[in-house]
């Protein structure tokens, strides 16, 4: 997906931190690329409950968060060049759809904390590190996006590829925030597993919401009424889609040796794809996987 050049980006909403106490593990060399086929086949499948195994909790070191870092980050083309610029870029447009969305889906708009960060950070929900990859915390209704982790995804999917891959990702994890206001968590067994299981229809449901956004992604504007991004082509959208069939718990698990579909969190690869192209082309309102029957999940 590519940005008006002209668009001028807003960076009020996101916060960059700078690198915790204790620097990030990833190597370089054909480690980093291990590590990053690992994580590749793991993004949208850790947060909330792999964030739970993951992290530190018992760690409270605070960070130094210098100014906002984000200077550089002043339009569009800005965002179509770096990654930073380019979160700020789709934290705009995530904004804006859901500054009117929100209503649609029975909630008061509320912006979450969005955090770029590079190797370690603390989190209500405890230390992040880029083991974990993006994830969004309930506990300060927050996001937690390592650039280093999308830096190293770029590198492995392709300039083309990457940056939707990104975008998506963070889509998704803003529709656990969309949850989280609905109350979805308070009302569901987030930690049940299995294919009709709550862990997959939440998952499934940030989904549909991504797909929502990217449906209307090309009509989100900045605050002075300028178009921030162009549509997406039917290439872009494939990417999109890929991205949500890459993981698939059937494809993980394939990948990995057995299929157990008693183990699903997340939903097969047909399941996130057909999700996603119905919130994409339905909006929000076709999105409560609680709604439908196992069959039709
Ligand atoms: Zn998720």
Redesign the pocket.
């Known amino acids: 997906m590519t940005f008006n050049e002209n668009a001028k980006l807003d960076t009020s909403g996101v916060q960059k931190r700078g690198r915790g106490a204790k620097t990030a593990a990833i190597g370089g060399g054909s480690i980093g690329l291990l590590i990053v086929a690992f994580l590749a086949s793991q993004f ?2 850790v ?2 409950t792999g964030l739970v195994s993951g992290v530190d909790t018992g760690q409270q070191s605070q960070e130094q968060v210098e100014g906002t870092g984000l200077e550089a980050c002043q339009t569009g083309a800005d965002a179509n060049a770096q990654i930073e610029c380019r979160m700020v870029g789709v934290q705009n447009s995530l904004a804006d759809f859901w500054e009117t969305e929100s209503a649609a889906v029975g909630v008061t708009y509320e912006r979450p904390g969005f955090i770029l960060y590079e190797g370690q950070t603390s989190s209500a929900c405890g230390t992040a590190s880029n083991a974990v990859g993006p994830f ?1 915390c309930p506990g300060d209704s927050s996001m937690y996006v390592d650039t280093s982790f999308f830096q190293l995804l770029t590198s492995q999917l392709g300039a083309k590829e990457g940056p939707l891959a990104e975008m998506y990702v963070v889509a ?2 803003w ?2 925030h969309i949850q989280h206001q609905m109350g979805v968590f308070d009302t569901t067994n987030r930690t049940d597993t299995g294919p009709t299981s709550d862990g997959v229809r ?2 499934l449901q ?1 989904d549909c919401f991504a797909g929502s956004w990217l449906g209307a992604a090309a009509t989100t504007e900045t605050a002075d009424g300028v178009t921030l991004l162009e549509p997406p082509t039917r290439e872009q959208v494939d990417v999109a889609l890929s991205a949500a069939s890459a993981v698939g718990d059937d494809h993980i698990q394939g990948q990995q040796g057995q299929v157990n579909p008693e183990s699903f969190t ?1 939903g097969t690869s047909e399941q996130r794809v057909n999700w996603f192209v119905t919130g994409y082309e339905q909006g929000t309102g076709a999105c409560d996987t609680f709604a439908v029957s196992g069959s039709q999940l």
């Open positions: 949208l499948g947060d909330l969004y998704h994890e529709g656990h939440i998952e940030a997340h």
